[in-house]
């Protein structure tokens, strides 16, 4: 007992120790800025509300309790040691189980919004929940940055060292604002991600105004919770870029071997350039759906990082019209082959789904008379 009593000063110095470093350190970390005291972003807010007929007060007020994010800066940057580009690994990350179970769920629930999207826009279902499964994991995961802050950060306080796009995210600041003053949001509470992305489709503010739509018909657009309006403005935006219904997304190839054959189909990168013969007569091998697909096709090579040996083989794909649409939502050819091939695998298992209920159902023996009665085409 005497040795605690001992021990009792001791433990109480050691807190009130770790309790003044502490303390000391919260005191030495600088407190988050706000654009308030910023004459530049006051400008562009005076100067806005001007050109919108706005009161300047309210939107300089509004804008002044914007905050820098210093996370938003390091975020914005590449990577200081870019990792080798890598489908496999890419690939496994998004095509997996738990986000197809997720997929399925969520076409179950937007059913009759993803037909309307089909039947509205030309857009397969698989494609859209693609997107959105990639994006967000459906709604899972859709940023926890104040809009507003990122925005105003990669605006005003744009990090060096890389390409300055500070006026792109100045122009998508006037667009969240112009969103908030349309539909009556709070321009504070609205959150996305660190580049300023909103809701289940990742729009920018920009392209929330240019292309989203009012999916259901309830009187307003809202991609932030709303399922419906977010595969209605995913549809909707893939059309205005030019998808075009019924027409494949890309088909199996092989590349040449020739090596300046290789790098002359390479060359256009993921723009459909070549006709099925041009690309036959290089040396590429189309499977037979390919050789009979009379659009233009882009040789799209992706990338499968490194082994022990050295740099494993590229994967090939032929890209047509509607695999170079998907890479507007996203300039990645690795995106958009995730994209299609998560929602194909949704497709896939439901169609299983589906074929499971109707063999087990009550009705079996007449519909395994009829083995494609009732199921999907895709």
């Known amino acids: 007992m005497q040795y605690f009593r001992h021990l009792v000063p001791l433990v109480i110095c050691l807190f009130s120790l770790n309790a003044a470093s502490q303390a000391k350190a919260r005191k030495s970390k600088p407190a988050p800025q706000s654009y308030a005291t910023s004459a530049v972003a006051m400008e562009y807010a005076k100067e806005l509300a001007l050109a919108e007929h706005w009161p300047v007060s309210q939107v300089q007020q509004t804008l002044g309790q914007a905050m820098k994010l210093p996370m938003v800066q390091k975020l914005i940057m590449p990577a200081t040691t870019p990792a080798a580009k890598n489908w496999q690994a890419y690939q496994a990350r998004f095509i997996e189980p738990k986000r197809i179970t997720a997929g399925l769920a969520f076409w179950q629930a937007n059913e009759k919004w993803l037909a309307k999207a089909e039947a509205d826009y030309g857009v397969a279902p698989e494609v859209v929940i693609g997107i959105i499964g990639v994006e967000t994991f459906f709604g899972r995961i859709t940023g926890g940055f104040r809009a507003i802050d990122a925005l105003a950060t990669l605006s005003f306080d744009f990090p060096s060292g890389r390409t300055d796009r500070h006026e792109f995210f100045k122009s998508e600041l006037t667009a969240l604002l112009r969103l908030a003053y349309r539909d009556g949001l709070?321009?504070?509470?609205?959150?996305?991600?660190?580049?300023?992305?909103?809701?289940?489709?990742?729009?920018?503010?920009g392209s929330w105004l240019k292309y989203a739509v009012d999916h259901d018909g309830d009187g307003h657009i809202?991609?932030?919770?709303?399922?419906?309006?977010?595969?209605?403005?995913?549809?909707?935006?893939?059309?205005?870029?030019?998808?075009?219904?019924?027409?494949?997304?890309?088909?199996a190839v092989q590349p040449p071997n020739n090596t300046a054959a290789l790098a002359t189909l390479l060359a256009p990168d993921i723009k459909p350039t070549f006709s099925a013969a041009q690309m036959t007569e290089q040396g590429a091998q189309l499977d037979t759906a390919g050789?009979?697909?009379?659009?233009?096709?882009?040789?799209?090579?992706?990338?499968?990082?490194?082994?022990?040996?050295?740099?494993?083989?590229?994967?090939?794909?032929?890209?047509?019209s509607n695999f170079y649409v998907v890479t507007r939502y996203n300039w990645s050819s690795y995106y958009a082959l995730a994209v299609l091939e998560l929602g194909e695998a949704i497709g896939y298992q439901r169609a299983a789904a589906l074929r499971t209920q109707v063999y087990s159902g009550p009705e079996a023996n007449s519909a395994a008379s009829e083995p494609n009665a009732d199921l999907p085409n895709r």
């Open 222 to 251: 809202d991609l932030l919770a709303n399922s419906a309006d977010a595969i209605g403005s995913v549809a909707h935006y893939l059309r205005e870029f030019g998808w075009q219904a019924g027409v494949p997304s890309r088909f």
């Open 186 to 205: 709070d321009p504070l509470a609205i959150k996305g991600s660190y580049a300023g992305a909103l809701g289940l489709p990742q729009f920018m503010p």
């Open 291 to 320: 050789l009979a697909y009379d659009g233009p096709l882009a040789l799209i090579q992706l990338h499968n990082g490194q082994d022990a040996g050295g740099t494993n083989q590229p994967s090939y794909v032929a890209g047509t």
